[in-house]
T-cell receptor, first 112, second 114 residues
Framework: KQEVTQIPAALSVPEGENLVLNCSFT??????LQWFRQDPGKGLTSLLL?????REQTSGRLNASLDKSSGRSTLYIAASQPGDSATYLC???????????FGTGTLLAVQP | DGGITQSPKYLFRKEGQNVTLSCEQN?????MYWYRQDPGQGLRLIYY???????QKGDIAEGYSVSREKKESFPLTVTSAQKNPTAFYLC?????????????FGPGTRLTVT
């Protein structure tokens, strides 16, 4: 059964720092991995989707990498800003369908 | 603007009452999903629908029911049989139910049952 873990559960950094969020999964036979952002009391915003054939995806200051063989993905945030403060979630599909299995998230606080 | 809408944003009900949460999308997506989020836990799948007039149970379907009579709409009913209904409910959609497609989420409905 696929399990997704995110470490750390919470992270506090000063503004301007580069940071890395980690996501690991137990079954490496995934089709893709998706990173989301969630602000308090809000829905999820899709940040990046990495297909299994890709090693990384970039969007602005965000870069996500995928290493299927080791069951890991990282989300790199460059030059962090207070507006980046949110919970970041990673998710992988269950088998061939798009039923997502989520990690419990990393709560990020960027201090001005 | 294309997107997913959920209503209401907050919902309060007395124990023993059924309640229906609305989810509408204008993205022309075939697949729709309902997830539940509890504090300290990841999102868990309640039900999903791959196409109109079809739906399947997810990991925690007990005490819930759904319908998919229109492509745009996928309402979720929380019945009195659901033992712990208080939670944040999120609806999502994707082009279809294959794993290669990105999933988009609505703003959520927070249900409180007392």
């Amino acid at each position: 059964k696929q399990e997704v873990t995110q470490i750390p559960a919470a992270l506090s950094v000063p503004e301007g720092e580069n940071l890395v969020l980690n996501c690991s999964f137990t079954d490496s036979a995934i089709y893709n991995l998706q990173w989301f952002r969630q602000d308090p009391g809000k829905g999820l915003t899709s940040l990046l989707l990495i297909q299994s054939s890709q090693r990384e995806q970039t969007s602005g200051r965000l870069n996500a990498s995928l290493d299927k063989s080791s069951g890991r993905s990282t989300l790199y945030i460059a030059a962090s800003q207070p507006g980046d403060s949110a919970t970041y979630l990673c998710a992988v599909p269950s088998g061939a369908t798009n039923k997502l299995i989520f990690g419990t998230g990393t709560l990020l606080a960027v201090q001005p | 603007d294309g997107g997913i809408t959920q209503s209401p944003k907050y919902l309060f009900r007395k124990e023993g009452q059924n309640v229906t949460l609305s989810c509408e999308q204008n993205l022309n997506h075939d697949a729709m999903y309902w997830y539940r989020q509890d504090p300290g836990q990841g999102l868990r799948l309640i039900y999903y629908s791959q196409i109109v007039n079809d739906f399947q149970k997810g990991d925690i379907a007990e005490g819930y029911s759904v319908s998919r009579e229109k492509k745009e709409s996928f309402p979720l009913t929380v019945t009195s049989a659901q033992k712990n209904p208080t939670a944040f409910y999120l609806c999502a959609s994707s082009i279809d139910s294959l794993s290669s497609y990105e999933q988009y989420f609505g703003p959520g409905t927070r249900l409180t049952v007392t």
